[in-house]
């Protein structure tokens, strides 16, 4: 596609998604963090339509705008980012719905998933760092083989309780992914999440399980057990 045909294509969709704006539902939104007011279902629609297009995605991504950059993740091929690329994409993702997307439906189906995942754990930024929890997680579920579980269960006993919002979030989801996924592990993941509380007060609606990792380990744990 010429260098044209992708401009006049990238107006288009962000007039589209410009009338999509709803102002109700960006003050919602906002509260969470994430500057938009575009109905995903809707916006998920408009990335159907326009299928699979990288070059597209990339000019997307480039305008810093929240709706037009979730579009961009929901219509790239995550296998053509090279590391350094995702790395930048990753620290500039200020929305929290971004950051999310970029992380899952990217990063994680990347050749580069985990070079990145131990380089973020590591970044002194928190929610760099929380990033790099999140591709923990997905290994502690999918390819443990390799992971020192009393590591990270060492990390996660001396920094969730005082880190950040969204370290913290990622960190209990790994704590309770090991409850979950390994029993050799259980009777200690279950001990921490205990101690430290993390999440025990958290508001939880009917039907749904409590993040509160013992309470969380021991719903998945029982349901596995009666499947």
Same mark, same amino acid.
Request: with cysteine; glycine share 4%; hydrophobic share 45%.
């Given at each position: 596609?010429?260098?044209?045909?992708? =401009?006049? !294509?990238?107006?288009?969709?962000? *007039?589209?998604?410009?009338?999509?704006? /709803?102002?109700?539902? %960006? +003050? $919602?939104?906002?509260?969470?963090?994430?500057?938009?007011?575009?109905?995903?279902?809707?916006?998920?629609?408009?990335?159907?339509?326009?299928?699979?297009?990288?070059?597209?995605?990339?000019?997307?991504?480039?305008?810093?705008?929240?709706?037009?950059?979730?579009? =961009?993740? !929901?219509?790239?091929?995550?296998? *053509?980012?090279?590391?350094?690329?995702? /790395?930048?994409?990753? %620290? +500039? $993702?200020?929305?929290?719905?971004?950051?999310?997307?970029?992380?899952?439906?990217?990063?994680?189906?990347?050749?580069?998933?985990?070079?990145?995942?131990?380089?973020?754990?590591?970044?002194?930024?928190?929610?760099?760092?929380?990033?790099?929890?999140?591709?923990?997680?997905?290994?502690?579920?999918?390819?443990? *083989?390799?992971?020192?579980?009393?590591?990270?269960?060492?990390?996660? +006993? $001396?920094?969730?309780?005082?880190?950040?919002?969204?370290?913290?979030?990622?960190?209990?989801?790994?704590?309770?992914?090991?409850?979950?996924?390994?029993?050799?592990?259980?009777?200690?993941?279950?001990?921490?999440?205990?101690?430290?509380?993390?999440?025990?007060?958290?508001?939880?609606?009917?039907?749904?399980?409590?993040?509160?990792?013992?309470?969380?380990?021991?719903?998945?744990?029982?349901?596995?057990?009666?499947?």
């Amino acid at each position: 596609m010429s260098e044209t045909m992708t =401009a006049g !294509l990238l107006g288009e969709v962000m *007039a589209e998604l410009a009338v999509l704006e /709803d102002p109700k539902m %960006r +003050e $919602a939104n906002e509260k969470r963090g994430d500057d938009h007011g575009v109905n995903l279902s809707k916006l998920r629609a408009v990335a159907k339509r326009l299928k699979t297009q990288q070059e597209l995605a990339r000019e997307l991504w480039a305008t810093n705008d929240t709706p037009a950059r979730l579009v =961009a993740l !929901l219509i790239c091929r995550p296998k *053509a980012f090279e590391r350094d690329e995702l /790395d930048t994409m990753l %620290r +500039e $993702a200020r929305a929290p719905k971004v950051h999310d997307w970029l992380v899952n439906y990217v990063v994680k189906k990347s050749p580069h998933a985990e070079d990145l995942r131990v380089a973020w754990m590591a970044d002194p930024d928190p929610v760099v760092a929380s990033a790099g929890w999140a591709l923990t997680s997905e290994r502690v579920a999918k390819t443990p *083989a390799g992971l020192d579980f009393p590591e990270l269960l060492d990390i996660i +006993e $001396a920094q969730m309780r005082d880190a950040p919002d969204r370290l913290q979030w990622a960190m209990n989801h790994t704590l309770a992914f090991i409850g979950i996924e390994h029993p050799e592990h259980r009777a200690r993941a279950l001990d921490i999440g205990e101690r430290l509380e993390v999440l025990k007060d958290y508001p939880t609606p009917p039907n749904c399980t409590s993040p509160f990792a013992p309470i969380w380990i021991n719903e998945m744990v029982s349901r596995q057990a009666t499947a």
